[in-house]
């Protein structure tokens, strides 16, 4: 047992961007780091919530006059940074906090204690909501060309896959085997997504143990049989996601990429998306970038563009145009790999095919994409999200990625999506908060081996238990029947920063009032009117005393949209009980005030005048204390 | 002059008009004296009326006998007119040239149009000076309307008439005159009805290299602070810039002689680094390349993004002067024509929920910038593709439209006209057919006889079937402050004018017509409940039971 210091007072929390702080207690619990604003009233006090599992450093800075610093930065693009008393206090939080957040098993992390007081069959019924075998139902499979395949039942052929693998009828046992042997990691060619009106199949799997010369006829069969499985194209398109220099390299290891004279009708296309490491470089540039003080707009574009993000992530959506137009356009069924063929590859087929089929820009369906290509194809979220103490060079913001190109396809098409940025920000949160089952662990069957269904709860049910906070208002069913797939732009100026993701924090960057929230509390409102104007006309002329019953109901329950109110300015629809509410005193609107944009210092003769208590709406909070 | 003179080729059939994300169309071309028309005449939908004094800039080129001109407007627009026949072609395009360079203001469109509406109230007569003054003489009698420029003789970028403290007469604001740059003494900009505290502009000092003093300018705008009180001087250039003025005669408020204004300089660009801007952000945004850290660079290269943080970094920081410090300004660059206004005016737009409404707002327009003497002939004469050396030309008044827009952004709810309103001034403030943005200054434009012979944008502007176009869906009134964040993550390219001829705009503006519509529908619900209630409380009382809704 190691010693816990659980309460530390008088620290003060100081504003990242501004002047500004906050003292109160720090609280040490064995899930969440805590801060309570002292001094004002119970209900305005500021509080934040840190899980332990979304830290990602913790720095102890060189004394100051006031105290030992100490700097926390999360996975969720929070930083904290407090200032406690006494050197010793501070040293105890340290290691502290360094202990709990290096879990070293996965029986350690939240979603194994996390209760949220549902019952056996609540929670399987959670498991249950997303079923993948329906999903290719959904798309058409089995049918004459593909067939489920039992070969991975076991998980003997490859265990980074899901058990119940789609193949071409083509494919026999033999030769999905002798293929997996040719293919690293045995990630052999596994259908993904079938475009059934073209009869057009996206594959993936992993590099061929190709080297420099090496071939292998059952690997030759199965692309075979998968171009043969598409009666409407004579070629399949190969798409290497790597850039070609990667890809070379790899063939001096015994890997490499297809050779076009040994397999018969394959278009290959290299498409140059830069690897883990580089991806993971570049996030870190990007946020030391934007978390300068005062920083100018000549070191924000400049910096933008040296680490390189837009870039990346623009090549993303490239490579998903790609294939959406290869698939959708041409007919042609397409092979995708990269290396292992769980990053990239996962990044490109679900990016793909969310352009191609409108139900993944559903909710439900979204979640259906995120559990066939990320997590059943066994994107290694342990590794990249750093759920244990383990290798730094594994951790990339693979899934960040796509989570911010997705952002990026719903700026351009702001009809096309059912849900808001509001849930990939929530799910981004769920995927480092290791409080849900969902993303724990590398693959299949470690989940199963953990018996995550039958000790963790599922996100998805969560999330959906509370849908109307991650509707998109705008949304337009019968746009996507009109328009399934999208064809965005890829000019470069139609990339941006996602603000409210990377500052998700950082009140002050964000628009003052939200023009999602006030729409959606619109629709709210429309809603409850509904409802009110049916009743009134039901009750029609019926007897008195119903009426003035009604009436006197309907005053309490009416929403009403009052112009004076100004609208929160968080896009936080997170905040639940438990929370501060706003406070009384002078205010200008919401969050927003002049000393903390720092426009200038007026010192001098004219001492600044304090300025109104400022109320912090904290994203993501609450959820974490149910 | 005759038009018809300018005119070698006035028609020309099978030209074929391209446009960006637009159907190319095959019509007849016709050139008028003041327009650019091609119709497809199989059906009328097919038709565009170009302003020649919307072109900002024409290129030719030759396929054998088939030529084509671009043609480069100034709301950034880029279009393409292919021409069977040399000849004609050339004919074209030297007449367009001649008709979108049109010397004399008078033969300018405005004195040509004839309104196709009823005039119902004259945009002339709706900001007039002693109207806008007769609202602050209700909150305060510290300040009067001078009439010292009736014959613009004291100042000839002033209006005839402008508020001055009432302690200081007409012989004193003549020698402060003398002492400021173009005879632009300080005069009242804005009026802080929560606190009284006040915001002026005028022209820098003009102290030169010896440190030349004014008294009657120190007591001018001395006679502005409530006793025992301070306030600041906000120069918009940097104090190397303001150091450079000496030479030339000009120069800035010494502490010695204004020991009660503490001077605070931003770094605000002057005009012909605005246009270099412009130029290079509108080419960085039409560059075809798929190169991201080309265009980072080049947007970065433009300085726009900067300059938008600058000015609205400097109109928070007056708001803050006169809001958070309680301390009244005074704001001046150097001829105060320019960075002054774009200052002042924003500061307004933060602190002033009138300024929000769509009134408000054009009054704004209208005592910040056109009385003020923003010189808008010289300064849009031409646009972004202009490559005549710049001289005079300068997107100031883009620029402040520019900062509107973020604050719009950042509060969406908190006023009355939306973003196509912004995007209508930026058009009409470079080619019109309505005369409001002719003319340098109050003089010239009464000179022209303007309110006589030209209409007003906004008697167009406000008739209610125009002005809803240009209303905000989301807009709730809001008295306070707002703040908005100058954090460069914050301000964002102004899409809708930079990007907006390369894209297609289909699915942003079907987003805003389901937006509208969900408001709509709400407003709608709103009054269906009320009207219920209405009729189920009369049923209550009793005496409502024979009466119908």
């Known amino acids: ?626 | 002059m005759e038009f018809a003179e300018l005119i070698k080729t006035p028609r020309v059939d099978g030209v074929v008009l391209h446009r960006p994300f637009m159907p190319t169309v095959e019509g007849t071309l016709c050139l008028t004296g003041h327009h650019l028309i091609l119709s497809s005449r199989q059906d009328n939908t097919e038709e565009l009326w170009l302003l020649h004094s919307n072109i900002d800039y024409i290129e030719k080129r030759f396929v054998g006998s088939l030529g084509t001109i671009i043609v480069k407007c100034k709301d950034l627009r880029i279009i393409q007119l292919d021409i069977p026949g040399m000849e004609e072609c050339l004919n074209i395009a030297s007449s367009i040239e001649a008709l979108s360079t049109l010397d004399s203001v008078s033969l300018m469109y405005p004195f040509f149009y004839r309104p196709m509406f009823e005039v119902v109230e004259d945009g002339w007569n709706m900001f007039l000076p002693e109207e806008a003054f007769k609202e602050i003489e209700t909150l305060t009698d510290e300040w009067r309307l001078s009439s010292v420029n009736k014959d613009f003789g004291v100042c000839p970028t002033y209006p005839q008439l402008v508020a001055v403290p009432k302690a200081v007469d007409d012989d004193t604001l003549r020698k402060v005159a003398t002492f400021r740059h173009g005879g632009r003494f300080p005069v009242l900009s804005y009026y802080h009805k929560k606190n009284g505290m006040v915001m002026m502009r005028a022209g820098q000092p003009l102290t030169g290299t010896n440190g030349r003093r004014c008294k009657e300018d120190e007591k001018l705008i001395n006679a502005t602070l409530r006793p025992g009180k301070r306030g600041y001087i906000i120069d918009t250039r940097a104090i190397n810039v303001a150091q450079q003025a000496k030479a030339r005669g000009g120069g800035f408020e010494q502490e010695a002689s204004y020991p009660q204004w503490r001077r605070i300089h931003k770094a605000i660009e002057r005009y012909n680094i605005l246009q270099e801007s412009l130029i290079k952000l509108v080419e960085a945004c039409n560059d075809q390349s798929q190169s991201m850290d080309r265009w980072l660079s080049k947007l970065e290269a433009s300085n726009w993004q900067t300059h938008v943080k600058e000015i609205v970094t400097t109109a928070c920081l007056a708001a803050q002067c006169i809001d958070r410090e309680g301390a009244s300004v005074l704001v001046h660059g150097t001829e105060g024509t320019d960075s002054t206004l774009q200052v002042t005016s924003l500061a307004q737009i933060i602190l002033d929920p009138c300024c929000r409404t769509m009134r408000g707002f054009q009054s704004l327009v209208e005592r910040e910038w056109l009385q003020a003497g923003h010189p808008f002939q010289q300064r849009c004469a031409q646009s972004a593709y202009s490559n005549s050396k710049a001289r005079l030309e300068a997107p100031v008044f883009l620029l402040f439209l520019d900062c509107v827009w973020q604050v719009l952004r950042q509060f969406p709810c908190s006023f009355q006209f939306n973003e196509h309103f912004l995007v209508l001034l930026f058009e009409h403030a470079y080619a019109s057919q309505f005369g409001t943005f002719l003319g340098n200054n109050a003089a010239e434009r009464l000179k022209l006889k303007l309110p006589q012979k030209t209409v007003s944008l906004w008697s167009w502007v406000n008739r209610p079937q125009e002005m809803e176009r240009f209303l905000n869906p989301l807009y709730e009134p809001n008295n306070l402050v707002i703040w908005p964040s100058v954090a460069p993550q914050s301000l964002l390219l102004w899409e809708g004018v930079f990007l907006r001829w390369n894209r297609s705009s289909k699915c942003l503006d079907e987003a805003y017509d389901e937006m509208v519509h969900i408001i709509e529908y709400n407003k709608e619900l709103q009054s269906k409940v009320n009207a219920l209630r209405r009729q189920l409380a009369q049923l209550e009382t009793g005496d409502g039971l024979l009466e119908t809704p």
């Open chain 1, 1 to 626: 047992s190691f010693h816990l210091r659980s309460l530390v007072e008088q620290v003060k929390l100081l504003d990242r961007f501004s002047n500004r702080s906050t003292t109160g207690t720090l609280h040490l619990t064995a899930t969440h780091l805590i801060f309570v604003e002292s001094g004002t009233s119970s209900s305005s006090a500021q509080e934040v919530w840190i899980l332990h599992h979304h830290i990602s450093s913790v720095e102890k800075l060189s004394l100051t006059t006031s105290g030992c610093p100490l700097l926390i930065q999360c996975r969720n693009f929070r930083v904290v940074h407090f200032v406690v008393p006494r050197e010793r206090d501070c040293h105890d939080l340290y290691s502290s906090l360094l202990r709990l957040l290096r879990p070293v098993s996965f029986d350690e992390l939240y979603a194994f204690s996390y209760n949220p007081k549902q019952n056996d069959q609540q929670r399987e019924e959670g498991w249950q909501l997303i079923d993948l075998s329906a999903e290719f139902e959904r798309m058409g499979v089995p049918c004459d060309q593909w067939h489920w395949t039992d070969v991975n039942r076991e998980y003997k052929v490859c265990d980074s896959y899901p058990r119940d693998l789609y193949v071409p009828v083509a494919a026999s046992k033999p030769i999905i085997v002798g293929s997996s042997k040719f293919r690293s990691k045995g990630r052999f060619p596994a259908l993904t997504y079938f475009y059934q009106e073209k009869k057009a199949a996206v594959c993936r799997c992993s590099q061929p143990l190709s080297g420099f010369s090496a071939r292998c006829l059952e690997d030759e069969h199965m692309l075979q049989a998968i171009s043969k499985a598409n009666p409407n194209s004579r070629y399949i398109y190969v798409m290497d996601t790597r850039p070609k220099l990667n890809a070379l390299a790899n063939r001096a290891a015994g890997k490499g990429y297809e050779n076009e004279d040994n397999y018969s009708n394959i278009r290959f296309q290299f498409v140059g998306i830069e690897n883990i490491h580089v991806m993971r470089a570049s996030l870190q540039k990007l946020l030391e970038v934007v978390g300068a003080r005062a920083l100018s707009v000549t070191d924000y574009l400049l910096g933008l563009e040296s680490s390189g993000w837009l870039r990346h992530i623009k090549a993303i959506v490239d490579a998903a145009i790609f294939l959406s137009k290869a698939v959708t356009a041409e007919g042609a069924s397409v092979l995708v790999h990269c290396s292992d063929g769980w990053d990239r590859t996962a990044q490109v087929c679900s990016l793909g095919a969310l352009l191609m089929d409108p139900y993944y820009r559903t909710l439900k369906g979204f979640m259906v994409l995120i559990e066939k290509d990320w997590i059943s194809f066994g994107h290694k979220f342990a590794d990249r999200c750093d759920q244990l103490d383990g290798d730094p060079k594994e951790v990339s913001p693979i899934f960040t990625q796509f989570l911010d190109c997705v952002w990026q396809l719903s700026e351009q098409f702001p009809q096309a999506f059912q849900f808001s940025e509001w849930f990939l920000i929530q799910i981004h949160e769920h995927v480092h908060s290791c409080q849900f089952g969902n993303f724990l662990c590398n693959s299949q069957r470690q989940r199963e081996e953990l018996q995550l269904r039958e000790k963790t709860y599922s996100l998805w049910s969560f999330l959906l238990s509370e849908q109307h906070n991650y509707e998109n208002p705008l949304y337009s069913a019968a746009l996507a029947e009109r328009n399934p797939v999208l064809e965005p732009s890829t000019q470069p100026c139609h990339f941006k920063f996602w603000t409210n993701m990377y500052h998700q924090y950082d009140r002050t960057m964000h628009p003052r009032q939200s023009l999602l929230k006030h729409l959606l509390a619109v629709r709210e409102s429309s809603c409850a009117l509904e409802k009110t104007a049916h009743e009134l006309e039901a009750v029609g002329a019926r007897d008195l005393s119903v009426l003035l019953h009604v009436v006197v109901s309907l005053s309490s329950c009416c929403p009403q949209m009052d112009p004076p109110e100004p609208l929160p300015s968080l896009p936080c629809p997170l905040l639940g009980e438990g929370l501060p509410a706003r406070s009384d005193g002078e205010r200008t609107v919401e969050g927003s005030s002049a000393t903390e944009n720092s426009y200038a210092e007026l010192q001098g003769p004219f001492g600044a005048k304090a300025e109104p208590h400022l109320v912090s709406l904290e994203f993501g909070v609450a959820r974490m204390t149910c």
